[in-house]
């Protein structure tokens, strides 16, 4: 079964530099949500999107920007970039279940 | 404010044994639970979820409980088997958002 993918899987930027991540739904599925996982830290939700409108924001940062195209894909842009922002980032999809199916991760390293 | 807690970092057990792993939450507006399960360097798998209008939701090998007046879940792993260890996260959703809120996770070492 296709499963969500997200791209890159590794980015290596320098501070107040920019990145784009990229996340790729499970198809039919409507929902996408972007999570951080910082080292030995449980994820935290940044936000989601439903049909292509923000649907909730959790601790994101200003410098951090995403969308939901109409093909579904989404992308979490992030600027100045700072060493704090190191972190995994997972996207994760849904449709009409609760459940939400997680993709690999990008594994961001700010240097 | 974590809402929701996994207490224990680390379990181990032997195979073939149960294997118990508790979370407690405070929020009582969540309405949905889910265990997932992570290795490293990997996204997490879902593994199995509960209503809140239910108690119980069994799954091959795996089962999850809750206690709404306790405000506490635990997912069974029966039996243990060495691929299992990995860790185990709960997460739970607001009635009114999609958006899910993981526990510290819980680190099972199945022994062979």
């Known amino acids: 079964a296709a499963g969500v993918i997200q791209s890159p899987r590794h980015l290596i930027k320098e501070k107040r530099e920019t990145a784009t991540l990229k996340c790729y739904p499970i198809?039919?599925?409507?929902?996408v949500y972007w999570y951080q996982q910082g080292p030995g830290q449980d994820p935290q939700f940044l936000i989601s999107?439903?049909?292509?409108?923000?649907?909730d924001k959790g601790s994101i940062p200003d410098r951090f920007s995403a969308q939901q195209f109409s093909d579904y894909h989404s992308e979490l842009n992030m600027s100045s970039l700072e060493l704090g922002d190191s972190a995994l980032y997972f996207c994760?999809?849904?449709?009409?279940?609760?459940?939400?199916?997680f993709g690999p991760g990008t594994r961001l390293t700010v240097t | 404010d974590q809402q929701v807690k996994q207490n224990s970092p680390s379990l181990s057990v032997q195979e073939g044994r149960i294997s118990i792993l508790n979370c407690d939450y405070t929020n009582s507006m969540f309405d949905y639970f889910l265990w997932y399960k992570k290795y490293p360097a990997e996204g997490p798998t879902f593994l199995i979820s509960?209503?809140?209008?239910?108690d119980k939701n069994e799954d091959g090998r795996f089962t999850v409980f809750l206690n709404k007046s306790a405000k506490h879940l635990s997912l069974h792993i029966v039996p243990s088997q060495p691929g299992d260890s990995a860790v185990y996260f709960c997460?739970?959703?607001?009635?009114?958002?999609?958006?899910?809120?993981f526990g510290q996770g819980t680190t099972l070492q199945v022994k062979p």
């Open positions: 997460a739970a959703r607001g009635s009114n958002t999609g958006k899910l809120i």
């Open positions: 509960i209503s809140s209008i239910k």
């Open positions: 999107f439903y049909e292509k409108m923000q649907s």
């Open positions: 994760a999809s849904s449709s009409v279940t609760y459940e939400q199916y």
């Open positions: 198809p039919r599925h409507d929902t």
